[in-house]
């Protein structure tokens, strides 16, 4: 399995729209995001993008979109919105974690993944791992801002019953 990831921030008149705009960006805004619990499954690859991930083969409006994400959405000047997510890896099964998190400031989100991933390790008695993370934020100026970190697991067609 590939798991793609990726962040952005989106600006727009109110705070959804703001958010629309990083899922946009992120390319995940015509799926039907659903959550998931942050396991990565044995043998999968991480792939980090700068810009959105890849469009996915076959997929259409509306489709499924397993993910693991963060969002931190702020709406007055001055205030930050910040949100990542991080991930371990073993590197000889692929098997691992996500985490997620959003705040008000870089450093709170970076500390909290970075805890986080460390108790869920501590948690499975596995052996520390590197940390790996991916962490946008800003400054709301005119209009209202969302932080949005992603991971992408698949995607899925809704079955006709």
Not at 67 to 86: D, F, I, L, T
Not at 136 to 143: F, L, M
Request: charged share 20%; hydrophobic share 40%; proline share 6%.
């Amino acid at each position: 399995m590939k798991i793609h990831v990726s962040t952005s921030l989106g600006l727009g008149p109110t705070s959804l729209s703001a958010f629309d705009q990083a899922l946009m960006k992120t390319g995940v805004a015509n799926y039907n995001l659903i959550r998931l619990s942050s396991v990565i499954p044995p043998k999968s690859e991480i792939i980090e993008h700068e810009g959105g991930v890849p469009a996915f083969e076959g997929g259409t409006w509306g489709d499924r979109l397993y993910v693991v994400y963060a969002e931190q959405r702020v709406e007055h000047p001055g205030e930050e919105a910040w949100a990542g997510v991080g991930w371990v890896q073993d590197p000889k099964t692929g098997k691992g974690l996500f985490v997620e998190h959003e705040g008000h400031s870089e450093h709170h989100v970076r500390a909290d993944i970075e805890a986080s991933l460390k108790g869920l390790l501590a948690n499975r008695d596995m052996p520390d791992l590197p940390i790996n993370m991916r962490v946008i934020g800003g400054v709301c100026q005119d209009q209202p801002l969302c932080a949005f970190a992603v991971a992408v697991y698949q995607k899925e067609k809704w079955q006709n019953f």
